[in-house]
């Protein structure tokens, strides 16, 4: 009965890998994997549905740390506080990030609880932020693709509201344009507060995170 449990619940992943994500016995607990969620290419740079990489450029930047290209997608590694943060954006597109996380997870060993993921989110107003440890994918294809390929909806994301005014089926085209010059302005000061946010998740745990900051 376990048995067939598990291919069940592994239909994107294959016992071994189900495996890695969870019970690893060499998983390191004081790594953190932060996924900021966009598309690579000069025409996605600073549109609404590359919020998350441009979240990460911020962070890097703040913390005079760079980006480096490896396997599926940007990496920039540091230590904070004696943990081990890993920044990852990656190169397999929006739809198809989980093919990318799933790699710097097993690569890294990192546990699956330690992971966090930037996305742009429709549903919420501009500029409001929602963390969370599981939920749907609220019909973001990139979530969607995070939740076949890990095969759970239960990992932190935090989701970045771009909501706004557009005509109908015209939402490809909302998401993929850039930002106004008001929100732009606003920008600087919600990419500070998600820096704060990114160091408290990883010092404090995402409940902690979650109570200072989804109020706000």
């Not at 016995?25 to 996924?35: E, G, Q, R």
């Not at 929006?94 to 790699?103: A, D, H, P, T, W």
Request: net charge positive.
């Amino acid at each position: 009965m376990l048995f067939l449990f598990l291919i069940n619940q592994t239909h994107s992943l294959n016992w071994l890998e189900f495996f890695n994500l969870r019970s690893k016995p060499n998983i390191d607990m004081n790594k953190f994997l932060i996924v900021g969620i966009g598309n690579i290419g000069k025409e996605y740079f600073e549109t609404r549905h590359n919020i998350g990489f441009e979240i990460l450029d911020y962070v890097c930047k703040e913390l005079n740390e760079t980006f480096s290209t490896e396997k599926l997608g940007d990496i920039a590694k540091f230590k904070l506080k004696g943990k081990t943060l890993i920044l990852l954006k990656p190169s397999t597109y929006v739809n198809l990030s989980g093919k990318s996380i799933r790699f710097w997870l097993q690569k890294e060993n990192i546990p699956i609880e330690n992971l966090l993921v930037i996305s742009d989110d429709l549903n919420l107003d501009f500029g409001v932020i929602r963390i969370r440890t599981k939920g749907s994918d609220g019909g973001h294809n990139g979530l969607k693709n995070i939740q076949e390929v890990l095969n759970t909806t239960i990992y932190n994301r935090l989701r970045f509201g771009i909501g706004g005014n557009f005509s109908k089926g015209r939402q490809s085209d909302f998401v993929l344009s850039k930002w106004s010059k008001n929100e732009q302005s606003e920008l600087i000061t919600l990419k500070l507060l998600i820096n704060q946010i990114i160091k408290n998740y990883v010092n404090s745990g995402v409940a902690d995170t979650m109570n200072k900051f989804n109020s706000k």
